[in-house]
């Protein structure tokens, strides 16, 4: 997938000129779990990080690190019973999310944070056509008038580079390509501009070329708009391309945390060098591309001390009995290994 390198370019100079610093979003402790047959687990497990005005983060892992679960918490989504925030804060503009209540979470959703999801064609209600999906936004948050309501979401439609907006308006969700979908899912999650997106694996139920036409739509409208983007993905050659820094995670936690070009230059945490290990090269090969041994564990069957150790070709004797805090080797980045302790 390739984003223009003038564009990537503009995009850091833009992050410079207005700042990125500014936390806008910031995570503590966040503890998510289910009760299951197996008991209560935790998928999200004791989980810190923030995400600067303007900045685009990467949330990366393999499925079921606890990415989207995270994302859920945020927007406080997550199915209740059987699923709880346990513990932990997200404070959104200095407003902690935890102890609103639903009604109040309502205007945050749309208003102030957005998300989009993997699969559009699951979260678009098949019986309504795309201008009433995205005018109930506009009339339930905007309360405006059915003239202005067409007007709003044509412009959106154009903004998010859809032709033909006025045929879209009127077509029902399965009359549209995955490309067309993935747009409008980007226009309703735009439509009240927020000032934070979250993406979850946004191009990953797409072929390859749009995937780069919808990555590249997505960056230059958080620019435009100077929103902050958490983007969840699996593909760490992705959050190459658009994000300054990266969380990785593992069975529910953040085992490293890194600007990007720090990650790729020197991966510190054995997980982080196995998945960029794992990403195709770009010289011709005829080697089998490298896949970490075993998988994730599932939530009932956590090992002690270091979550990765049955995974770890570096493992020593205390990585099965302690489990590793978070180190800082150097103070931009952290990492939960005790290679580094
Ligand atoms: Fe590997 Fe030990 Fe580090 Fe875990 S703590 S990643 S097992 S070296």
Not at 28 to 37: A, C, E, I, K, W
Not at 243 to 270: C, K, N, T, W
Not at 304 to 326: L, Q, T, Y
Request: net charge positive; aromatic share 6%.
């Amino acid at each position: 997938m390739v984003v223009s390198v003038s564009f990537l370019i503009y995009s850091i100079r833009h992050n410079a000129k207005y700042g990125i610093m500014e936390s806008i979003l910031s995570i503590s402790h966040l503890t998510t779990g289910f009760l299951t047959d197996s008991g209560f687990l935790k998928a999200v497990d004791g989980v810190d990080f923030s995400i600067g005005r303007g900045e685009t983060i990467g949330l990366v892992g393999e499925s079921g690190c606890g990415k989207s679960v995270t994302a859920l918490s945020i927007m406080r989504l997550i199915p209740s019973p059987p699923g709880r925030i346990v513990s932990g804060d997200i404070t959104f503009e200095g407003t902690n999310l935890t102890t609103l209540s639903e009604k109040e979470m309502r205007v945050i959703r749309g208003d102030h944070i957005s998300m989009i999801f993997q699969e559009p064609m699951t979260s678009l209600n098949p019986v309504f056509t795309i201008g009433d999906q995205i005018g109930e936004m506009f009339a339930f948050h905007r309360k405006l008038s059915k003239k202005e309501i067409l007007e709003a979401t044509l412009h959106l439609l154009s903004q998010v580079g859809m032709a033909a907006p006025r045929r879209v308006v009127s077509s029902y969700p399965h009359q549209l390509s995955g490309g067309q979908r993935q747009r409008v899912m980007i226009a309703m999650a735009l439509a009240l501009s927020p000032s934070l997106m979250i993406a979850d694996e946004p191009t990953t139920a797409l072929d390859v070329t749009i995937q780069a036409a919808i990555l590249e739509l997505l960056v230059s409208l958080k620019v435009e708009r100077r929103m902050s983007l958490i983007l969840i993905t699996h593909d760490l050659g992705v959050v190459s391309e658009v994000a300054q820094r990266v969380s990785v995670m593992y069975a529910g936690q953040i085992v490293e945390e890194s600007r990007v070009s720090d990650l790729f230059s020197e991966p510190l945490h054995p997980y982080t060098q196995g998945l960029i290990r794992s990403l195709p090269q770009t010289k011709a090969s005829h080697n089998r591309l490298y896949t970490i041994p075993g998988a994730v564990p599932k939530l009932s069957a956590i090992p002690p001390g270091c979550r990765f150790h049955p995974r770890c070709d570096r493992v020593m004797d205390i990585c099965r009995r302690e489990a590793p805090g978070m180190f800082s080797p150097d103070n931009t980045r952290k990492v939960r290994c005790w290679l580094y302790g």
